[in-house]
Each structure stands twice: as structure tokens, then as C-alpha cells.
């Protein structure tokens, strides 16, 4: 994933926080964790989007990851000008 957002969005900051441990025994938890994550990042690229234009910007990019392995992502997404 990080790689991923890297690429898309030249970011300034990003975290990707596997927090699957969090959520052990919860719907979407499986062993060895990579089901839940919080993603923090800043890119010149989301300069001027909407919050949901900014969210649908990631899941595009992170398209494959959601739909095979992820359960759950949290985002914390802000432009540059922010």
C-alpha cells in the first residue's frame, strides 16, 4: 500500500499503520494481521478536493488491496494548503 500511494500522490508525509491487532476478534480480523489500517498522509495532490473527492482518490489507487486483503481503512487525508 505504501508504495502504491507513494507513486500516486508524491506525498509530503505518509503513515500506513497496520492496526489489525486492535481488532483482534472483530469482523475482518484474521492471524497475521494486514486487515486494518490507518492511513496518514499530505500530498500537493489533494490540494483543492473535497474531503469524499480526497477518500475516493485512495480507494482508487488502493482499488486491488480492498478488495482481497483489507477489511478496514482509515484515513487522515490533507492537501498541502491545509
Keep these: 500500500m505504501e508504495a502504491k500511494l507513494r507513486t500516486a500522490f508524491a506525498p ?3 503513515e500506513v499503520i497496520d492496526e489489525s491487532e486492535k481488532h483482534r476478534g472483530h469482523a475482518g480480523y484474521r492471524e ?3 486487515t486494518h ?3 496518514v498522509i499530505r500530498a500537493a495532490a489533494f490540494n ?3 474531503r469524499v473527492a480526497r477518500s ?3 480507494h482508487k489507487v488502493l ?3 480492498l478488495a482481497e486483503q483489507v477489511h478496514a481503512l482509515a484515513l ?3 492537501g498541502t494548503e491545509d
Design 76 to 78: 487522515k487525508v490533507e
Design 32 to 34: 497475521g494481521g494486514q
Design 12 to 14: 509530503t508525509h505518509l
Design 37 to 39: 489500517f490507518q492511513v
Design 56 to 58: 475516493r482518490m485512495i
Design 63 to 65: 482499488a486491488e488491496d
Design 48 to 50: 483543492g478536493q473535497s
